[in-house]
């Protein structure tokens, strides 16, 4: 179905590259990619941190250049929705009155930064980091001498930390659990990175359940903690965690869990006209022979290329270990894999150095790898994960002993 | 300005002027050249625009950081050419310029 034409919603990185390798895999039929942003498709891990610095503008941000998209054939149309999907009609209806037909869509809607259901969270200064309009008014609101309250203390919050540091704000972050990236990592790195922070002038709060922004004439002037206290800021992040834009397919009967679901080839298990990739899809990881729901640039290429190969008839890609990494002042963390069925971690060197990796075992086998500073146990963790091959522990443990040593 | 030849495996070369200041994976990705993945955009976190710099251009190009060479130590077919190319700046210096990819970034 090489004139098949394909209709992207969502013009993220998911969506974006989805458009992108269909022509470079030769699709001959239209593309039309429909984004709610007003710009063309970019990166958004360097919204929290080069481009957060000033170390990187707009035009590197940009995937392609916007020019790309004509020369490609792609009908990009930014700055509209989707409204409603009708599978049996074929056509989905946009937010700009037009309705468009597709032989096969592509849903890449992504997800949304959770808000809190808070008093005060309407005020001027209250703020998420997900597109870039964010990230400007971000910049705007920190700098010297200007005090930052970043609500969550997960990747998103350290990464707004340090560079809000970096830019010379005075820094808190108030995380609700009693450790750092409760969610999202193990107690030793949570140790390090609050340590880390601490040395750069970055303050904590744990355990601090926020109740409510205090503000003035419209704009925050405070977060309200379950304590009683009101911690003064000019300025409020709130990263709390997002929520899959998988609206649009529930109303349109398409099976959904944590996104919608697909398969091996990011396809609908419910339609096999539409397929979801990125974070809003709910797939399949055979490596931990299980499906989840991933919120990471390397899994939405990595989806993207599955649809793509689908749509063209490629191969599929070959299986990957899934990955991600965060920047933070001086500290470069690497993850591979999901520490499912993890019964034991293993730490590799030593967390004083800020050069160090922790391991997640099942028994012998490598489940995850969480590297700072540490690329080789990264990316030799990486192969180790995807090949299941079992690994001596007393050698990994041991610094001294090369990784390609402890693998061989 | 640069004029770069980027050449696929298979031997297609794409010649492309590349801006100053860009990285040489960025003249490839943004111009959607098979061959260079760069999933991190750049930030040497994943060492997949891998690529061959041609013997005669290896002194212009520089050489690689501890984080590069270390990264670049766990890729595949990896040579004494071998770049990652999202280290590469470019300037007017390397108009001229030829990488060959590799047959994978894994």
């Known amino acids: ?408 | 300005m640069a004029k770069i030849t980027y050449i696929e495996h298979s031997g297609t070369e794409h010649v492309i002027d590349v801006k100053t200041g860009l990285s040489v994976m960025e003249g490839a990705v943004k111009n959607n050249i098979p061959g260079i993945d760069a999933d991190c955009g750049g930030a040497c976190a994943c060492a997949t625009c891998h690529v061959y710099v041609q013997e005669d251009w290896l002194e212009k190009t520089g050489t690689r950081s501890a984080m590069e060479e270390s990264m670049l130590d766990f890729a595949e077919g990896v040579e004494a050419n071998s770049r990652l190319s999202c280290q590469i700046k470019v300037t007017d210096a390397l108009d001229g310029l030829v990488v060959t990819m590799p047959e994978s970034q894994h």
């Open chain 1, 1 to 408: 179905m090489s004139d098949a034409h394909v209709v992207i919603l969502g013009a993220g990185h998911a969506g974006g590259t989805a458009a992108a390798l269909l022509r470079q895999y030769g699709h001959a039929g239209p593309v039309t990619l429909v984004g709610e942003e007003p710009i063309a498709p970019y990166q958004r891990p360097p919204l929290s941190k080069a481009w957060l610095k000033g170390e990187a503008d707009a035009d590197s941000l940009a995937l392609k250049p916007l020019e790309f998209y004509a020369e490609a054939n792609i009908d990009f149309r930014p700055g509209v929705r989707a409204t409603t999907l009708d599978r049996a009609a074929k056509t989905v209806s946009l937010s700009d009155g037009t309705t468009l037909a597709y032989d096969l869509l592509i849903l890449a809607t992504g997800a949304r930064a959770i808000a809190l259901p808070i008093p005060g969270a309407e005020f001027s200064g209250v703020m998420f980091l997900r597109t870039a309009a964010d990230a400007e008014a971000l910049k705007a609101a920190v700098g010297p001498g200007r005090q930052l309250a970043v609500v969550g203390g997960g990747y998103i919050g350290l990464e707004v930390a340090a560079s809000g540091r970096a830019l010379g704000a005075e820094v808190v972050v108030l995380e609700r659990e009693d450790r750092l990236l409760a969610r999202v990592a193990c107690e030793p790195l949570s140790t390090f990175f609050r340590g880390y922070h601490e040395q750069h002038g970055v303050r904590f709060e744990l355990g601090a359940s926020v109740t409510g922004f205090v503000g003035e004439a419209g704009h925050v002037t405070g977060v309200t903690l379950a304590d009683g206290r009101v911690i003064a800021c000019d300025a409020v992040v709130v990263g709390v965690g997002a929520h899959p834009n998988d609206e649009l397919a529930k109303a349109a009967g398409l099976e959904t869990a944590r996104g919608v679901v697909v398969d091996l080839d990011a396809r609908s298990v419910s339609d096999p006209d539409i397929f979801a990739i990125g974070d809003v899809a709910h797939r399949p990881m055979p490596i931990y022979d299980r499906m989840f729901r991933m919120e990471s640039v390397p899994n939405a290429l990595e989806q993207a290329k599955q649809a793509a190969s689908a749509i063209v008839g490629r191969p599929r890609p070959a299986g990957e270990c899934p990955w991600q990494w965060s920047d933070q002042f001086d500290l470069k963390l690497q993850i591979a894999g999901y520490p499912f069925d993890a019964d034991q971690v293993l730490l590799r060197g030593d967390p004083a150095t800020a050069k160090f990796a922790v391991f997640h075992l099942k028994g012998n086998q490598v489940q995850a790898v969480e590297a700072i500073n540490s690329p080789p146990e990264f990316m030799m963790g990486k192969i180790l994960i995807l090949n299941r091959k079992p690994v001596n522990k007393a050698k990994l443990a041991d610094p001294t002993i090369s990784m390609k040593e402890v693998a061989a």
